[in-house]
Structures are given as C-alpha cells and as structure tokens.
C-alpha cells in the first residue's frame, strides 16, 4: 500500500509538473468525479424509493454545481502555483540598466521622518564610491609620496640651506610662548588628524594586510574617535594662531622683492623679509583656507542631516580629503624648511629664540624694526644681541 502510495504520488507529481494541459486534465478529472457522484447519489436514492420533490431535485443540482466550481477554483491556483516556472535571474530579471531607466517612474514611500534620510537608492553614489575607492587612493597616493620624493630630491642635490656667515653665538628672541603654544597645539593635533584620517584611506590596503581584521577593526574605531574629537584642538590651535599672527602676515611689496632675489635660496643675493616672508607668507594663507575648508566639512560629517542631505554629504566628504591631502602636502614642505632645509629655523619655534646671524640672513627688515624698537625702550624684553649661554 505504501509503495503504491508513493506511486500515486509519483505519478501525480509527474503530471502536476507536465505543463498546462496537465492542469487542464486536473480540473476535468475533478468535474467527472463530482458528476459520477451525483449520479451514484441519485441511484441510490431511487433503489431506496426515495422520491424527491422539484425543489429538492433542485437544491440539490444547485449544490452540486457550487461544489464543482469551489473545486475548480480551489485547484486553479493550486495548480498554477506548482506550475510556476523557474525564474533564471540571468534571462528573466530585469537588468539593473533597465531599472535605473525606469527610475522617474517608480514611485512609493518610506516611514522615515527626516525627508533628508529618505533615500533608498541612488545612482550618483556610484561615482562618489568609485572616486572614494579608486581616485582619492590613487591622487593621494601621488601627491603625498610626490611631495615627499620632491623633498629627499631637495635634501640629496641642494643640502641643508646654512648661515653665511656661521652661528654669532647670539640670540634673538623671535616668538613668545604663548605664541609657541598655538603653533604646536596645531602642529600636534593636526598630525594627530593626519595619521587618522589616512588611515581612512590607506589603512586597508596597508595596515589591514599586517595586523588582522580584528586588530585593524579596533583600531579604526578608535582612531575615528580621536580624528573626531581632536577636530577641535586643531580648530582652536587655527584661531589662536590667526589671532595672534595674521597682522605679520599681510602682503605688501616686500613680498614681490623677495621672490625677485629667489627668496634666500639662491646664495648670491639677498632676500629682504619682515617677520614673515612671502614663503611664510603662502604657508600661512593656505593652512587658513584649508583649515576652514577642512574643519566645515568635516562637521557637515561629524553631525550628518543637520544641515544637508545625503548629496550634500558626499560633496562635503570630497571636499575634505581632497582639501586635507593637498594640506597634508603643504605641510610636508614646511616641516622640511623648518627642520632639515635650513639652519636655525626649527629653534624658533623650539626655544623662541634664533642666532643673530640668521635672522640677519632672512628676516633683515624684522629685525631692524625690533632692534629700534629696543632702542626705543618699547620693547624692554628685547636683548641687543645677547651672547647665547
């Protein structure tokens, strides 16, 4: 019994899957079971003697017919559901071209609040992901390590640039503490943001192959925390040193002056210079515009939807890598100036004062003014070119 169960079976899946005309026999084989029912009913109501009324008769009909047709329509879409075809996603689907030209027209709704976070899908972000994971690797790739090549280049051909006529033995003071202290504020957070920050772009490809996606994991966490909070310390390190500097930093003719004598690289001529020089100048104006370019956009990220949408958003995080790799390089270089390009110039910023000698050399017309200055009793600090201990 139970084999020829699982024949019926057998045979009754074969016929469900044949097709169409197997659903059509199906539901024919289920009209010629209930008519030879209510035949075999009727028979054995007349071998009984049972004679029923017209009314009855019928009803009767009636109820046949009912339960026929509920058969039919209880079969059909059983029938129709086994025989579904199946979906090859490769010929069947629609392609994801044909979908994004039925874009305009495909309408529907979301439960989200924010109308700015109702985004589902969208095109454009393809772009945004391809210049993410391919175009700022490469250019920042290039522009960091350029720059860095630029500067061993620098280094190996030209050497370090030296004080003509060698260290006096004594010192000037050149910025106060205070002074120093937004500048290293600055300096620290925003090597603090580098190094985070290209983890972002780098750190899989070059510190994930190392440590391990666990390791990698956690440090990511936590150097997106420090990016994060660090933004600040940079941005109060950034007010502090335009509040301070900003009047030593305006343009004037002396400027076009230095850049004719080659702006003291050139050992020949002499380079004239206030505080600042053209050089320092540059440096300066280009840390402010990125710094603001770099700290806005970064809080359009750092708190997402208050101002813009998703669109606004990726814009913003555009302009900030390419804004902080370029800022990255111009760091570089003044790193190089202030260290290893030239003589006496890290001790500025390191104990505040430089030898006589260089800033004669590079900063002549800055020095004069402080020197009458001190003649003047206006600046009673000033020493008259004190021997150094």
Not at 68 to 97: C, F, K, W, Y
Not at 164 to 186: I, N
Not at 236 to 259: C, Q, R
Request: glycine share 8%; hydrophobic share 50%; charged share 20%.
């Amino acid at each position: 019994m139970a084999s020829a169960g699982r024949n019926d079976t057998a045979r009754s899946g074969k016929s469900r899957q044949s097709g169409p005309r197997a659903a059509a026999a199906y539901v024919r084989d289920l009209i010629f079971a209930a008519a030879r029912e209510l035949a075999r009913v009727a028979a054995t109501d007349l071998d009984r003697g049972m004679r029923m009324t017209g009314l009855a008769a019928r009803l009767r009909l009636l109820l046949g017919a009912i339960a026929v047709a509920g058969a039919i329509a209880l079969a059909l879409p059983t029938q129709a559901q086994q025989q579904a075809p199946i979906i090859d996603p490769q010929t069947s689907a629609v392609n994801e071209r044909t979908l994004l030209r039925e874009l305009p027209r495909i309408q529907g709704d979301i439960d989200q609040l924010d109308p700015r976070a109702r985004v589902l899908i969208q095109p454009d972000g393809r772009v945004w992901d391809h210049f993410h994971e391919v175009t700022l690797l490469w250019g920042a790739a290039i522009v960091i390590l350029g720059t860095l090549a630029a500067l061993a280049a620098a280094y190996l051909l030209l050497g370090p640039l030296r004080i003509s006529a060698g260290r006096s033995g004594r010192k000037v003071p050149r910025f106060k503490a205070v002074e120093r202290f937004a500048h290293w504020l600055t300096a620290a957070s925003f090597v603090v943001l580098g190094l985070t920050g290209l983890n972002i772009t780098f750190g899989k490809h070059l510190l994930l192959p190392l440590i391990g996606y666990d390791a990698f994991s956690v440090v990511s966490e936590a150097a997106k925390y420090v990016h994060n909070f660090t933004s600040f310390a940079f941005v109060l390190g950034l007010l502090l040193i335009v509040a301070m500097f900003i009047k030593d930093n305006i343009p004037d003719k002396t400027d076009i002056e230095w850049f004719k004598q080659g702006g003291g690289f050139i050992k020949s001529k002499h380079a004239p210079a206030r505080r600042f020089n053209a050089g320092e100048k540059l440096v300066f104006w280009g840390a402010l515009g990125a710094g603001i370019l770099v700290a806005v956009s970064g809080y359009l990220l750092l708190f997402p939807f208050y101002v813009t949408n998703i669109f606004g958003m990726q814009i913003a995080q555009v302009v900030h890598t390419v804004i902080a790799v370029l800022f990255v390089a111009l760091i570089l270089g003044h790193i190089y100036i202030g260290t290893l390009g030239m003589e006496g110039a890290f001790e500025a910023m390191w104990t505040g004062d430089v030898d006589l000698n260089w800033a004669k050399e590079h900063h002549d017309l800055w020095l004069k003014d402080m020197q009458a200055k001190d003649r003047s009793g206006a600046l009673p600090r000033y020493p008259s070119a004190t021997p150094a201990e």
